[in-house]
Each structure stands twice: as C-alpha cells, then as structure tokens.
T-cell receptor, first 111, second 114 residues
Framework: SQTIHQWPATLVQPVGSPLSLECTVEGTSNPNLYWYRQAAGRGLQLLFYSVGIGQISSEVPQNLSASRPQDRQFILSSKKLLLSDSGFYLC??????????FGPGTRLTVL | GQQLNQSPQSMFIQEGEDVSMNCTSSSIFNTWLWYKQDPGEGPVLLIALYKAGELTSNGRLTAQFGITRKDSFLNISASIPSDVGIYFCAGRNAGGTSYGKLTFGQGTILTVHP
C-alpha cells in the first residue's frame, strides 16, 4: 500500500531564516505531487504541483519554491522566511487525475 | 477561476443528530470528493463520486454527486463525538490537464456535544 511522509512535523523558525520541508511517497511510482498551505485550519491553497522529476508548476507567486529531485521526493523551500509564511503545509500525491491523498502535514511557525 | 461555496461554515450539534453539508460550484465538475481533517492532521478521503447522480455511502456517511454536476452534499447520520473535525469538499474538472487539480471548499467545522 502507498504511504506518504512529511517532516518535520513541527518547525519554529525566525524571520529571514531558510526553510526546507520534505515529502516522500512510498509504494507507488511516478506520482503527481502537490504542496498545499492551510492557514488558520481553513481552506487549502495549492502552492505547487509536479507531474515528474524536475517538473514544477507554481500556482501562486510567493516567497517559496519547490523541487523534485527524485521520483517520490518533493521539497518545499525558502531562502528567507516571512511572518506570513506561517501555516500548516500539506503534501499530497495522486496518480494523474485520480484522487489525492494527503500526508500528515508540517506546522510552521515563523517568529 | 472556479469557486466552491461550502455551507454551513460551522455546525454545533448534539450527539445522535444527523448532519448535512453541501457544496456548490460555479462550473461543472467531473469528480466530487469529500475529506475529513482532524486537528493537526492531514485530510483523509471519506467518499469519492465520479458520476452525476451517484449516491455513495461509507458507513454512516452518504454523499451525492448532483445531477447538474455543480453541487454535492454529504450527510452524516447519528453523529458521534469522533465525527468532530473539518469537512472539505473538493471538485475536479479534468479539463485537459494532466494532473487533476482539485478545487477545495472552505470547510465545515463540525462540533458534536455529548
């Protein structure tokens, strides 16, 4: 069966520091991968999606970037965090147009 | 762009009561999904609907894909305390894309009083 992992589970970072969140999927190959941000426990905002290694599409302009160095690895990064980057970050996977399955999330607090 | 209106935004009910929530879209969807999110966790898929008019059950949960393809509802019967959480609808219009982008509703926060 497929599983999706995210780490760290929680992170507290100062403004201006870099960020790296990792997502990995097991038990499947060539998944579509997604990064979402959820603010205040409501509404999921799609940040990035990837249909293959090295292929990244951005949905909204922002202070973040994404990379997919391996088939089942998706990384969310920032060079300098802003206060507004705080939130709950969710990674998800799917097979092409199939249902999306979410990871456990990372709670990021920028102080 | 596509918009999903989910209602109600929140519900406070007594244990044992039935719950109903719905989503309406400004455009046609080919797929409707319902997720539940517990505090501090990722959303978990409850029910997936792929055909207009489809009515699907999962235990005490029942969801329907509206005939117009612009709406869906989720019912929970005989609620229990563990039903507490945020419920999200999501729709997908395949629309030629290769990745199946989902549009999410804003969520319904459900509180169940014992």
């Amino acid at each position: 069966s497929q599983t999706i992992h995210q780490w760290p589970a929680t992170l507290v970072q100062p403004v201006g520091s870099p960020l790296s969140l990792e997502c990995t999927v097991e038990g499947t190959s060539n998944p579509n991968l997604y990064w979402y941000r959820q603010a205040a426990g409501r509404g999921l905002q799609l940040l990035f999606y990837s249909v293959g290694i090295g292929q990244i599409s951005s949905e909204v302009p922002q202070n973040l970037s994404a990379s997919r160095p391996q088939d089942r690895q998706f990384i969310l990064s920032s060079k300098k965090l802003l206060l507004s980057d705080s939130g709950f970050y969710l990674c998800a996977w799917s097979h092409q147009t199939d249902t999306q399955y979410f990871g456990p999330g990372t709670r990021l607090t920028v102080l | 762009g596509q918009q999903l209106n989910q209602s109600p935004q929140s519900m406070f009910i007594q244990e044992g009561e039935d719950v109903s929530m719905n989503c309406t879209s400004s455009s046609i969807f080919n797929t409707w999904l319902w997720y539940k999110q517990d505090p501090g966790e990722g959303p978990v898929l409850l029910i997936a609907l792929y055909k207009a008019g489809e009515l699907t059950s999962n235990g005490r949960l029942t969801a329907q894909f509206g005939i117009t393809r612009k709406d869906s509802f989720l019912n929970i019967s005989a609620s229990i305390p563990s039903d507490v959480g945020i419920y999200f609808c999501a729709g997908r219009n395949a629309g030629g894309t290769s990745y199946g982008k989902l549009t999410f509703g804003q969520g319904t926060i459900l509180t169940v009083h014992p």
